[in-house]
């Protein structure tokens, strides 16, 4: 679970390789965010393709994000909380990530980003 408390914070992409590969149920308990998945499968007919949908507390929509699916969301309001189902526990050694401005991916955030972690900002460019 966590909480934002900034309008515009992006969290993200987050993924798990093996042997930890992790699926998650994502939902938005509090507030409202842009949520992304995105298709790290190389064997995929969707690798390199984005999904984005709106979660919020009054919609009550989840998303589901297959293994080697990375994940982010950017919040739409402030106060905003997401909270996620996941199939793995978290392995550091198997956690890894991608810009959220990756330009081969290409990811459409809705709003100016205003806050986000170090490590999330300092995730490699695919293929770097």
Partial sequence: MGLSHKKGTVRGMHYQIAPALEAK?????????????LD??????TFGKWFGTELSAENGAMIYLPELCAHGYQTLVDNTEMHYMASQFFAPEAARGI????????ISWPLEVTEMSDQDRNWPSYGA
């Fill in 25 to 37: 149920l994502v939902r938005c308990t509090a507030g409202k965010m842009f949520d992304v998945a």
């Fill in 99 to 106: 810009r959220f401005d990756d330009p081969a991916f290409n």
């Fill in 40 to 45: 790290m499968r190389e064997d995929s007919p």
